[in-house]
């Protein structure tokens, strides 16, 4: 019978010789190596094609060349093309329209143009006036409140109940049977802004993509000139304050829908 030590050798010699076996062999990776630089987080050097006079032009006139395909990966549209407006001019124009004489100096360049693209025009890669609309929205609704609220109501003289008890009634509570949400709705019903925003001629200079060009309105056209509208009320609230937003809707917005308003 074999001692345990000269078993314990001949396993250290067969283990050994296999080591020396493998290190004699080369090493066989299962996955194939990539360079390190294809995932490299830094920066890459500024290339010469965006040291040119374009990648000095302001956002909104162009699409930004780093976010553009090189390649085109849908066929183009059938049926006629629809063309956005590129004319500054003809922008100020629809601003000084609805916003009087110098209204095309109420806003900065970037935010005029921000007010009236919508995110269907360019993928969004140019900015879009969604969030402008949103705090343009919530402005407009609550001037439509207080002007229901000053709106005046048919009086109806309360009856005493069985126990001769009245109503309580003021002159500031005579408003608020028309503050109902159908009334809200009817007024800011988006028909109805399109039609004001037609007016002053943003649907002229509102940048949008629509479904079929040669037709505007199934397309969604009010939907459109609403949120712009309600965009531009954002934008002058952020960068002309509260005060002027408000008089501006009162004034350009629910003026024209049959509201009066004390000076």
């Given at each position: 019978?074999?001692?345990?030590?000269?078993?314990?050798?001949?396993?250290?010699?067969?283990?050994?010789?296999?080591?020396?076996?493998?290190?004699?062999?080369?090493?066989?990776?299962?996955?194939?190596?990539?360079?390190?630089?294809?995932?490299?987080?830094?920066?890459?050097?500024?290339?010469?094609?965006?040291?040119?006079?374009?990648?000095?032009?302001?956002?909104?006139?162009?699409?930004?060349?780093?976010?553009?395909?090189?390649?085109?990966?849908?066929?183009?549209?059938?049926?006629?093309?629809?063309?956005?407006?590129?004319?500054?001019?003809?922008?100020?124009?629809?601003?000084?329209?609805?916003?009087?004489?110098?209204?095309?100096?109420?806003?900065?360049?970037?935010?005029?143009?921000?007010?009236?693209?919508?995110?269907?025009?360019?993928?969004?890669?140019?900015?879009?006036?969604?969030?402008?609309?949103?705090?343009?929205?919530?402005?407009?609704?609550?001037?439509?409140?207080?002007?229901?609220?000053?709106?005046?109501?048919?009086?109806?003289?309360?009856?005493?109940?069985?126990?001769?008890?009245?109503?309580?009634?003021?002159?500031?509570?005579?408003g608020l049977p028309g503050l109902t949400q159908e009334a809200k709705d009817s007024v800011l019903d988006k028909s109805r802004l399109a039609q004001i925003a037609q007016r002053y001629g943003l649907d002229k200079v509102t940048r949008w993509k629509p479904r079929k060009a040669d037709n505007l309105q199934g397309s969604g056209q009010e939907a459109v000139l609403a949120t712009s509208?309600?965009?531009?009320?954002?934008?002058?609230?952020?960068?002309?304050?509260?005060?002027?937003?408000?008089?501006?809707?009162?004034?350009?917005?629910?003026?024209?829908?049959?509201?009066?308003?004390?000076?």
């Amino acid at each position: 019978m074999a001692s345990k030590s000269s078993i314990r050798n001949i396993i250290t010699s067969s283990t050994s010789t296999i080591r020396c076996a493998q290190a004699t062999q080369p090493i066989r990776r299962p996955f194939i190596e990539t360079s390190a630089c294809t995932f490299s987080t830094t920066s890459s050097r500024r290339t010469p094609e965006y040291d040119t006079e374009s990648a000095d032009r302001p956002r909104w006139q162009q699409t930004p060349a780093r976010m553009t395909a090189p390649f085109r990966t849908r066929p183009l549209p059938k049926g006629p093309v629809f063309k956005v407006n590129e004319d500054p001019r003809r922008l100020d124009d629809a601003y000084s329209k609805m916003l009087g004489s110098g209204g095309d100096k109420v806003l900065s360049d970037e935010v005029k143009w921000l007010a009236v693209t919508h995110k269907s025009f360019d993928h969004g890669r140019r900015g879009f006036n969604d969030r402008l609309a949103f705090l343009g929205r919530r402005i407009v609704s609550l001037q439509t409140s207080l002007a229901l609220l000053s709106s005046p109501q048919a009086s109806k003289v309360p009856e005493a109940d069985n126990f001769g008890r009245k109503p309580y009634t003021h002159v500031a509570l005579d408003g608020l049977p028309g503050l109902t949400q159908e009334a809200k709705d009817s007024v800011l019903d988006k028909s109805r802004l399109a039609q004001i925003a037609q007016r002053y001629g943003l649907d002229k200079v509102t940048r949008w993509k629509p479904r079929k060009a040669d037709n505007l309105q199934g397309s969604g056209q009010e939907a459109v000139l609403a949120t712009s509208l309600y965009a531009i009320i954002g934008a002058i609230a952020l960068e002309r304050g509260g005060e002027v937003a408000n008089k501006v809707t009162q004034e350009k917005i629910l003026s024209p829908l049959g509201f009066t308003f004390q000076s």
